[in-house]
């Protein structure tokens, strides 16, 4: 977890009202990798060719590679520089909604590089689903490409089979309404379950969880496995979904003690991530217990957009003005 407060300051403002601006934005964070950076706005380029989109590269990197950062963003005229002091992708994603005046929102990590008609198959298939909806890329890891997924017993992910509805998608290609990030931010103190996180709060805002197999991407960096730090975050998160807005006491105590086993399993031959483990159990609870009156409101608004959506009369695709672009 990040040392810094996992909610942003104050609501971004709503979208602005022009009917002559395109619909939708691509929100790139990145901090001191210029070369990654640079590939993945190459990619955009290439992708750009096929739909119209303004590219917001929000960038915490330090005086070393800001001018970098800088110079790489020039070469390209659908690019928008938003420097900030935050850490984390959650929290640069949370500048770019707030810099951003696009209806539609595409998340693509800087370290992804997406196929030339990646961004239009997410379109497209935002497009073919009703009501709100979130939808997420297929990137290819050296180890894995990317699907929807559902939570085992042991609060660890699998990938959901045909017949499931997903539980949450993985972000390093996504495409959301931005007004559900307005809404319902991302979590700015988690990593790397930020994206288990607010799509848990999107879902129960009443957006479908989709997945357009077509938007593929490759991923640049050889997947590791997390430090045993970071499962602080996934029983932060797990709790989240099993007190507060599943409800789910039997799920929760599974999350507890399957998922600790689970994990205890993964560290057993060493005593010192044994003991880590331990810490980074102690450390995501007392989070929760400290963040549970702002997650609470958190829950409740993404219900309230739920009832508010049911109510809501269909509108024709957010997604037009792209294409036309």
Same mark, same amino acid.
């Given at each position: 977890?990040?040392?810094?407060?996992?909610?942003?300051?104050?609501?971004?403002?709503?979208?602005?009202?022009?009917?002559?601006?395109?619909?939708?934005?691509?929100?790139?964070?990145?901090?001191?990798?210029?070369?990654?950076?640079?590939?993945?706005?190459?990619?955009?380029?290439?992708?750009?060719?096929?739909?119209?989109?303004?590219?917001?590269?929000?960038?915490?990197?330090?005086?070393?590679?800001?001018?970098?950062?800088?110079?790489?963003?020039?070469?390209?005229?659908?690019?928008?520089?938003?420097?900030?002091?935050?850490?984390?992708?959650?929290?640069?994603?949370?500048?770019?909604?707030?810099?951003?005046? @696009?209806? *539609?929102?595409?998340?693509? +990590?800087?370290? %992804?590089?997406?196929?030339?008609? !990646?961004?239009? #198959?997410? =379109?497209?298939?935002?497009?073919?689903?009703?009501?709100?909806?979130?939808?997420?890329?297929?990137?290819?890891?050296?180890?894995?490409?990317?699907?929807?997924?559902?939570?085992?017993?042991?609060?660890?992910?699998?990938?959901?089979?045909?017949?499931?509805?997903?539980?949450?998608?993985?972000?390093?290609?996504?495409?959301?309404?931005?007004?559900?990030?307005?809404?319902?931010?991302?979590? @700015?103190? *988690?990593?790397?379950?930020? +994206?288990?996180? %607010?799509?848990?709060?999107?879902? !129960?805002?009443? #957006?479908? =969880?989709?997945?357009?197999?077509?938007?593929?991407?490759?991923?640049?960096?050889?997947?590791?496995?997390?430090?045993?730090?970071?499962?602080?975050?996934?029983?932060?998160?797990?709790?989240?979904?099993?007190?507060?807005?599943?409800?789910?006491?039997?799920?929760?105590?599974?999350?507890?003690?399957?998922?600790?086993?689970?994990?205890?399993?993964?560290?057993?031959?060493?005593?010192?991530?044994?003991?880590?483990?331990?810490?980074?159990?102690?450390?995501?609870?007392?989070?929760?217990?400290?963040?549970?009156?702002? =997650?609470?409101?958190?829950?409740?608004?993404?219900?309230?957009?739920?009832?508010?959506?049911?109510?809501?009369?269909?509108?024709?695709?957010?997604?037009?003005?792209?294409?036309?672009?």
């Amino acid at each position: 977890m990040f040392d810094q407060s996992p909610f942003p300051d104050s609501a971004p403002p709503a979208p602005v009202s022009d009917p002559s601006a395109a619909s939708l934005g691509v929100i790139v964070p990145t901090r001191d990798r210029p070369e990654r950076l640079a590939r993945c706005l190459d990619a955009l380029a290439a992708a750009r060719e096929q739909i119209g989109f303004t590219a917001y590269v929000c960038d915490s990197s330090g005086m070393e590679h800001a001018s970098t950062v800088a110079e790489l963003c020039a070469r390209h005229p659908f690019v928008r520089l938003v420097r900030h002091d935050r850490i984390g992708a959650s929290a640069a994603r949370n500048v770019g909604t707030a810099a951003a005046s @696009e209806e *539609l929102i595409v998340a693509v +990590d800087d370290d %992804v590089y997406v196929e030339p008609d !990646a961004i239009r #198959a997410l =379109l497209d298939a935002y497009d073919s689903g009703e009501g709100m909806s979130v939808v997420a890329g297929a990137v290819e890891w050296t180890h894995w490409t990317s699907a929807p997924l559902t939570m085992r017993r042991i609060g660890h992910g699998r990938d959901a089979t045909a017949a499931e509805e997903p539980e949450f998608l993985v972000s390093a290609l996504l495409l959301y309404p931005r007004r559900l990030a307005v809404e319902l931010p991302w979590n @700015e103190r *988690l990593w790397p379950y930020d +994206d288990r996180y %607010v799509t848990l709060l999107w879902r !129960a805002a009443g #957006a479908r =969880l989709g997945f357009a197999p077509a938007a593929r991407a490759r991923h640049d960096v050889k997947h590791s496995h997390y430090p045993v730090a970071h499962e602080a975050d996934r029983i932060y998160v797990n709790l989240l979904d099993a007190l507060l807005i599943e409800r789910g006491p039997l799920r929760a105590l599974s999350f507890e003690f399957l998922g600790f086993a689970a994990c205890a399993k993964r560290w057993r031959n060493s005593p010192a991530d044994l003991f880590g483990l331990i810490r980074a159990w102690a450390r995501g609870h007392r989070a929760l217990v400290r963040d549970r009156r702002r =997650l609470r409101e958190m829950v409740g608004r993404a219900r309230g957009l739920r009832s508010m959506a049911a109510k809501a009369p269909c509108a024709e695709p957010a997604s037009a003005a792209a294409k036309t672009t």
